[in-house]
């Protein structure tokens, strides 16, 4: 798809996850909004080819406020942490054609491997 036109922005947001558990099709779990409500989290998009219709999304978990010592990160807690979120490609109006956002939505579950580092 091109997207030389496109303006392509992405951001997550802290979710909270409970009954966290394994199922017969994969994770089973609830999700909810967060509290307090933390502000979103903006993703670099970079290396972006329009005419191609590629581009590189950045994940830098340093900026998603996760430290060791959360209890979501606990390695005893099988619920760890979730994040929700989007990418979003804006097109313009293009003639006739109207303005369209294309959305593709993210979900990262952040969990402890049960390995404690001293």
Same mark, same amino acid.
């Given at each position: 798809?091109?997207?030389?036109t496109?303006?392509?922005?992405?951001q997550?947001?802290?979710?909270?996850?409970?009954?966290?558990?394994?199922?017969?099709?994969?994770?089973?779990?609830?999700i909810?909004?967060?509290?307090?409500?933390? /502000?979103?989290?903006?993703?670099?998009? $970079?290396?972006v080819? #329009?005419?191609?219709?590629a581009?590189?999304? %950045?994940?830098d978990d &340093?900026?998603?406020?996760?430290?060791a010592?959360?209890?979501g990160? /606990?390695i005893?807690?099988?619920?760890? $942490?979730?994040f929700? #979120?989007?990418i979003?490609i804006?097109f313009? %109006?293009?003639?006739s &054609?109207?303005?369209?956002?294309?959305?593709?939505?993210?979900?990262?579950?952040?969990?402890?491997?049960?390995i404690?580092?001293?």
């Open positions: 798809m091109d997207l030389s496109a303006t392509i922005d992405a997550i947001i802290r979710r909270e996850l409970t009954n966290v558990r394994d199922s017969r099709y994969g994770l089973a779990f609830d909810n909004d967060y509290t307090p409500t933390p /502000d979103p989290i903006p993703l670099t998009i $970079t290396n080819d #329009g005419a191609g219709g581009f590189t999304l %950045v994940i &340093t900026s998603w406020d996760l430290v010592g959360q209890i990160l /606990d005893a807690n099988i619920n760890g $942490t979730g929700s #979120g989007r979003k804006s313009p %109006v293009d003639g &054609t109207p303005a369209n956002d294309l959305i593709i939505f993210l979900l990262f579950l952040v969990r402890s491997d049960a404690v580092n001293n």
